[in-house]
């Protein structure tokens, strides 16, 4: 069995995050897990420390934008394997987290077995998720989406926040001109032709919360 040295449990339920870590406390007694309940404090332990050996990551943290903070995370940790728990667990949700380059995807209505058997086969390199829900499901918005640059997908999340391109190009510390580049590559890899329409691709990767359901 595989020993790592850390592993990031995200999620915003203490008694949820609370019973994991002991679980993997138990199988990997000489591992440092940390915690983080919202995007925030996510990327501290992130960005502090040894780079972990993997994250679960529950998609409706605080701060979090759905599948955007995936892209994120893979973009910015581009070698730390994520695997995806959620209290959603449709064949459209487990497909969008496999195109966002997840490692893999345990929905929290599965045993505990589960998510042991999906940390062990990460750790060894391999891909988790769930046979029967569909995990060749194919969204092609977030392939797309999944293409673009960090830089590139940086500027389309500003576009989200509704900022101009002198206001981007401000934060970003580059030139008008530069952003309006960007802006085009990113229409042209979107397959759309104005900033609404890459909002609203962009809106996509937010997965709806389902009534009722757990996160």
Known sequence: ????????????????RQALADLLRRH???????????????EQVLSS???????????HIPGAQGFHTLLQIRQDYPALPVVVISGQEDEATVGRARQ???AG??????????ILEAVS??????????ESLGPDSNDEMA????SLSPRQHKILMLFGEGLLNKQIAQQLGVSEAT???????IFLKLGVRTRTQAVIALQSLQPERLEGSAT
């Open 1 to 16: 069995m595989h020993q790592p040295e850390r592993i990031v449990i995200a999620d915003d339920h203490p008694l949820y």
């Open 28 to 42: 990997y007694p000489e591992c440092t897990l940390d915690e983080a309940e919202g995007t925030e404090a996510l």
């Open 49 to 59: 420390g040894v780079e972990p050996d993997l994250l679960l990551l529950d998609l």
């Open 100 to 102: 966002c380059s997840a």
């Open 105 to 114: 995807f345990v929905p929290k209505s599965r045993p505990v077995t589960a």
């Open 121 to 130: 086969a990460v750790l060894l390199g391999q891909q988790w998720w769930p």
């Open 143 to 146: 392939g797309r989406i999944a």
């Open 179 to 185: 952003v309006k580049a960007h802006a085009s590559a």
